[in-house]
C-alpha cells in the first residue's frame, strides 16, 4: 500500500465522523444519540494512528520524499477545520463565535508550525504535543461526554466573575477556551523562540544579519493575522456569516496556504506573503454592503450568496493548486501519487 492512501484512510475516518456529526446534529448544539461521541473518538484515534503510520510506512519501504510530506500536511490542513465541527458538536457550541475562536485557534496553532519548519527546516513537537498528547485527551473527553453528557463534561456550573455591572457564569467549557488560549501564546513564543534560535546560530551569520533575517521571518506572519482580522471585522458586523459554508471556506484558504509554504520549502523558495483566497472575507464585506446599502437586498439572502460564494472559490483555488502541485511533482520525480510506481524494497 501506498504511504498516501495510508493518509487518505487515515482521513475517511474523520470524513465518517463529520458526516455523522450533520445527519444527526447539523446545527452543532442538539443532543445526538450518545454512541456518536464513542464513534468520533474512535474515528479522530484510528485518524491519528494512521497519520503516525504514513510516515513510518513510508520509511519502511523506501517511498518517502517531498510528495508524501506535502500530501500529509495537506490532509492535516484540511482536517484542522473539519475536526472543529466534530468538537463543536460534541460541546453544544453551535454556529457561534466559540465555533470561530476554534478554527482561530486550530488554524494558528497550524500555521504557526508550517511557518516555523520554513524557518528552521524541522519540525517540531513540545514536551506536550497537540497530534499526539492533545489528540489522545482529546479522545478520552470523548469518551467521558458519551458517558456522562455533555452538559456535564462541557457545561457545568464552576464560578461567577463579576466585571461592572455584569455578572458572568463560568462552566467547565469557558475554562476549556482559556486554557486553550494559553496554549496558543506558549506556542507562537515557542515557534518564535525556535526561528530565533535558529538563525542567531547559524554559522553565516552576523548579528545585523541575524536581526533582519528575524525580523523578515516576523513578517511571515502579517498575511495570516491579517486574514483573521478581515474575518473578525466581517462577523463583528454580521454574525450571521458563521456558517457551514464560511467555515469551510477559511478552511480550504488555511488549507491553500500552508500548502504554498510547504511547496516553498520544499522549493527553496521566498516565503509566500499573498495568497489571492486571504482575500475573500474583504471582498465578502464589500459586496454585502454595496447589496444591502445600493441594492436593498434581504440580509439573508446577501450572506447565502456570499458564504457559498468564497467557499467555492476557495474550493476552487485549493484543488486547482493540489493538482498542479501533485502533477508537477509527480512527474519530475517520476512517482504515482496513490501507488507505488518504483518500489525500492530490498
Not at 80 to 97: D, E, K, N
Not at 164 to 189: E, R
Not at 232 to 256: D, E, Y
Request: proline share 3%; hydrophobic share 45%.
Amino acid at each position: 500500500m501506498a504511504p498516501n492512501v495510508v493518509t487518505l484512510t487515515g482521513f475517511a475516518f474523520i470524513l465518517i465522523n463529520v458526516l455523522t456529526v450533520f445527519y444527526y446534529d447539523p446545527n452543532l448544539n442538539a443532543d445526538s444519540p450518545r454512541w456518536t461521541c464513542f464513534s468520533y473518538a474512535l474515528g479522530v484515534f484510528l485518524y491519528q494512528t494512521f497519520d503516525g503510520c504514513d510516515g513510518v510506512h513510508a520509511r519502511r519501504i523506501n517511498q518517502s520524499g517531498p510528495l508524501g510530506e506535502l500530501f500529509d500536511h495537506s490532509i492535516d490542513a484540511i482536517n484542522s477545520t473539519l475536526s472543529i465541527f466534530i468538537f463543536a458538536s460534541v460541546t453544544g457550541m453551535g454556529f457561534s463565535y466559540r465555533l470561530m475562536l476554534s478554527q482561530f485557534a486550530m488554524l494558528t496553532n497550524f500555521y504557526l508550525s508550517t511557518w516555523e519548519e520554513y524557518h528552521t527546516h524541522t519540525l517540531y513537537l513540545s514536551e506536550f504535543s497537540g497530534p499526539v498528547e492533545g489528540i489522545l485527551i482529546v479522545c478520552v473527553v470523548f469518551v467521558l461526554t458519551g458517558i456522562y453528557g455533555k452538559q456535564t463534561i462541557w457545561h457545568t456550573y464552576l464560578f461567577t466573575i463579576t466585571v461592572g455591572d455584569k455578572v458572568i457564569d463560568v462552566d467547565t467549557l469557558d475554562v476549556v477556551f482559556s486554557l486553550s488560549v494559553f496554549g496558543l501564546v506558549l506556542n507562537a513564543l515557542s515557534a518564535k523562540r525556535n526561528v530565533d534560535k535558529y538563525y542567531r546560530n547559524s554559522t553565516s551569520s552576523t548579528n545585523n544579519m541575524t536581526q533582519i533575517e528575524q525580523g523578515s521571518a516576523i513578517k511571515g506572519l502579517l498575511p495570516f493575522f491579517a486574514y483573521f482580522a478581515s474575518i473578525a471585522l466581517l462577523v463583528w458586523m454580521q454574525p450571521r456569516f458563521i456558517t457551514l459554508a464560511f467555515i469551510l471556506s477559511i478552511g480550504f484558504t488555511g488549507a491553500f496556504t500552508v500548502g504554498r509554504i510547504i511547496v516553498c520549502h520544499l522549493t527553496k523558495q521566498d516565503f509566500p506573503m499573498f495568497n489571492a483566497p486571504m482575500l475573500i472575507p474583504l471582498c465578502q464585506l464589500v459586496l454585502y454592503k454595496i447589496c444591502q446599502v445600493a441594492w436593498g437586498i434581504e440580509v439573508d439572502r446577501i450572506v447565502y450568496a456570499l458564504s457559498w460564494l468564497g467557499f467555492g472559490l476557495s474550493l476552487g483555488v485549493h484543488i486547482m493548486f493540489m493538482n498542479e502541485i501533485i502533477h508537477e511533482f509527480t512527474e519530475y520525480l517520476d512517482v504515482y501519487a496513490l501507488s507505488i510506481k518504483h518500489s525500492k524494497l530490498t
